[in-house]
């Protein structure tokens, strides 16, 4: 991208611009959570639709000119369903929410009061803040559960149906930011449905593999699934909410599901939405469903076993001893090594693998191990022989000790092999 105006009205700012796109460029980014925007998603983003304010839902505006927004709402929603298969008789989808945060917020101020409970994964064992971690708003207002995992980095499911059972929490969240093995979405629902729970399952990190048929589907088992957009699916930073129109909990209460988050997404918890995004959203999941995007989930998932081995065999142990999805965590204790002092070794390097809390630890700031996922570096076109590289460099800065500076010369290389093109 050019940005020829910006360029000649704001310098520092395109300087700047400019610079962390070179640094995005010379970096193996091992980060799950992050992706390569294809270029229609930043011309949409980037577009005049970001003009105008529509609050409201297709038909029902606020404000007048929204005809061609209600289209492009409309199309995402279509599409969103699409993806998964999914009929409108069954299923609603919002595409409003501004984000996963926002978004999982909206759903628990739809169906719950201050001071009812959730249940859902701790921090320590893979959760997200939002699944109700006390220094976040879901820990706050709502009385928080959490389950945790075994000695071994999995989900017992039958200490998650103990809890359920004593506590009879409101709401039972399945879904993780780092747990690195499949999710037994059915086997969570019998909970849910043994305590009359709603069953809400966040699938931000692994949307584009349950599109691809790489990972276990939670709509046969959800009431709610909610995922953000800018992860394994590759949009713009958004969320969607699918709501289902036959959840049998939501009938024996006599709600309805679908107008109760709709209205808690607006007017309840945000204003006008991201008309730009919404419209970015509805070309993510065009692509979705094309050849290219399903094949780079498939990759994502070779790449993550491949690299997760090599790791293994330089001497690293890994939480869950391995990885079923686009990521892995690594223990670092054997190695008297910090997450925080991992993670900035690596990135003197140019490798980016984030600080992460592992099972047992107490401090998030400054945890016990850090995450790495494949996403990022599968879009570039980097493969099995590349992931052993990777595997390689890590070794020689964690293990062996050697200079970042040697070894970010290799990175450098190694990326101008695999140029960071965004019209991929």
């Known amino acids: 991208m050019s940005f ?70 409309e199309l995402a929603q279509k599409r969103a369903l699409e993806a998964f298969g999914l009929k409108e008789s069954s299923f609603a989808v919002n595409v409003q929410p501004y984000s996963g945060s926002p978004a999982n ?4 101020f739809a169906l719950l009061k201050p001071g009812d409970k959730i249940l859902g994964m701790d921090l320590a064992s893979g959760g997200h803040l939002t699944h109700g971690a006390p220094v976040n708003l879901s820990g706050k207002i709502f009385h928080s559960l959490s389950y945790s995992v075994n000695t071994d980095g999995l989900i017992d499911y039958d200490k998650v149906e103990k809890i359920a059972l004593k506590y009879r929490p409101k709401i039972i969240v399945c879904g993780a930011t780092s747990y690195p093995r499949k999710i037994d979405f059915q086997k969570f629902s019998f909970i849910a449905k043994k305590t009359n729970a709603f069953l809400m399952a966040d699938i931000s990190h692994i949307i584009g593999l349950i599109i691809a048929k790489k990972h276990p589907s939670p709509f046969p088992y959800a009431d709610i699934v909610m995922s953000t957009t800018h992860k394994t699916l590759q949009g713009p930073r958004g969320a969607v909410i699918f709501i289902n129109k036959k959840s049998q909990l939501a009938k024996k209460m006599k709600i309805n599901l679908e107008e109760m988050i709709n209205k808690s997404v607006f007017p309840g918890c945000q204003g006008g939405p991201h008309n730009n995004v919404i419209a970015a959203i509805a070309y993510s999941f065009k692509r979705a469903k094309t050849k290219e ?22 001497g690293f142990q890994l939480v869950t001893n391995g990885t079923d999805n686009h990521l892995m965590v690594v223990n670092l204790k054997n190695l008297n090594l910090s997450g925080k002092e991992a993670e900035k070794i690596l990135e003197q390097a140019n490798i980016l693998a ?33 992931m052993e590289l990777i595997a390689d460099f890590i070794d020689r800065l964690l293990i062996k000790k050697e200079n970042p500076w040697t070894i970010k010369k290799e990175v450098k290389k190694l990326t101008k092999q695999f140029p960071l093109t965004i019209n991929n």
Do not use: C, W
């Not at 910006?6 to 700047?16: E, G, I, N, T």
């Not at 994502?300 to 065999?313: E, F, G, H, Q, R």
């Open 4 to 73: 020829n105006h910006l360029k000649k009205s704001d310098p520092a700012l395109y300087s700047l611009v400019k610079k962390e796109i070179l640094r995005q460029a010379e970096t193996i980014d091992l980060i799950p959570s992050e992706s390569i925007a294809p270029l229609e998603v930043l011309e949409l983003l980037g577009s005049p639709l970001t003009n105008k304010y529509s609050e409201g839902y297709p038909g029902k505006r606020y404000y007048p000119g929204n005809i061609y927004y209600d289209e492009i709402e």
């Open 105 to 108: 917020l909206a759903i628990y």
């Open 293 to 314: 995007f399903l094949s780079y989930q498939n990759q994502i998932v070779k790449n993550a076993k491949v690299l997760s081995l090599a790791l293994k065999k330089k």
């Open 354 to 386: 984030n600080r992460n809390v592992i099972p047992g630890d107490l401090k998030a700031f400054n945890p016990s191990g850090i995450r790495i996922g494949t996403p990022f570096v599968s879009f570039r076109g980097m493969k099995e022989k590349e």
